[in-house]
């Protein structure tokens, strides 16, 4: 399925008192960019935030969902058109909307997804890789090849998949030879103010045990591990990349009612932690409108936890 709406445009004139020598900053720091979030199916997921965050950022926003793998889950699915409608009311005048299924287990997927969303205005200059496989994990002990591989495919494999094909729409290279372990390309100066974005999301695995989440810790750790590669790779084209770790942020799992772990010891811990509560969606979700804005062009290549002090 793929959906594209378009809004007419409308010009907006405001006036903003400046002091002296400082830059105009634009109320819509994202207005003119095109941003694809992938993992958005439900209205409690940090995707679904991190969508219209930036579409209230003035972005056009394509969203990569895949309905199947909740409707699986012990917190269920929910209603792909109020997804959808939930995030077009946030788009600014002149922004564009367009959604997509697909199944990133599928090797061909990643490339597919990234056209689709990069015909929707023409341009891509955003990426967050949200989505992730949940569910079906064991400890060391219960761990078996399909399990591992499965979450690999997901929550790694396609994630650099999508990077490099966002990359390489975004400034495709002119290397015809591969690179060879240790080589360095040339840099080529970028304009800072131009540059595409990438965000990663892992799980917070380095802070301490994932009991019964083998699959899932290694799958995210992997992630981690490789975003300094990834980013001076891609700051060469002219793309920043950081990682995020949200913290432990209820999306449903942290419910009495749907959550897939013991809860008593989470929550006399958690009631000890500065702020006394699990994150919510839009806590990641500023973070990262942020970092995909002018004003976050210098943090490059990082791997950010926002948990409101949980690990203190």
């Not at 002091?19 to 994202?30: A, D, K, Q, T």
């Not at 207005?31 to 056009?60: C, D, N, P």
């Not at 299924?101 to 990069?118: G, N």
Request: a negative charge.
């Amino acid at each position: 399925m793929l959906v594209i709406d378009r809004f007419p445009v409308v010009t907006l004139v405001t006036t903003l008192p400046l002091n002296e020598g400082s830059p105009v900053r634009p109320p819509l720091p994202l207005r003119g960019k095109t941003a694809l979030v992938t993992g958005v199916s439900r209205r409690k997921g940090i995707g679904y935030a991190i969508a219209r965050q930036l579409a209230e950022l003035g972005a056009s926003v394509f969203i990569h969902h895949f309905a199947r793998h909740d409707a699986e889950q012990p917190w269920g699915g929910d209603s792909l058109d109020a997804v959808t409608d939930g995030i077009r009311s946030a788009l600014t005048p002149g922004a564009s909307f367009g959604d997509d299924d697909a199944d990133l287990a599928d090797p061909a997927a990643p490339a597919e997804l990234i056209d689709r969303a990069l015909a929707l205005t023409g341009r891509l200059d955003v990426l967050v890789c949200n989505h992730a496989r949940s569910g079906g994990d064991g400890s060391m002990f219960d761990m078996t090849a399909e399990r591992l591989d499965g979450h690999w495919a997901v929550n790694t494999r396609a994630t650099i998949l999508l990077t490099k094909h966002f990359a390489d729409r975004f400034a495709p290279s002119t290397d015809t030879e591969p690179t060879r372990p240790g080589e360095r390309a040339e840099i080529e100066r970028v304009d800072e103010h131009e540059t595409g974005r990438v965000v990663w999301m892992t799980s917070g695995q380095q802070d301490g045990p994932m009991p019964g989440e083998v699959a899932y810790a290694a799958s995210k750790a992997a992630l981690a591990g490789l975003t300094k590669t990834a980013a001076s790779e891609l700051a060469r084209r002219g793309i920043v990349l950081n990682t995020v770790n949200p913290g432990p942020v209820n999306t449903g799992y942290l419910d009495a009612e749907t959550a897939d772990r013991p809860l008593d010891d989470l929550n006399e811990f958690i009631a000890g932690t500065p702020f006394g509560r699990f994150g919510t969606p839009s806590d990641p979700a500023r973070l990262i409108g942020w970092l995909a804005t002018d004003a976050g062009r210098w943090i490059v290549g990082q791997v950010i936890t926002s948990d409101g002090g949980f690990t203190l």
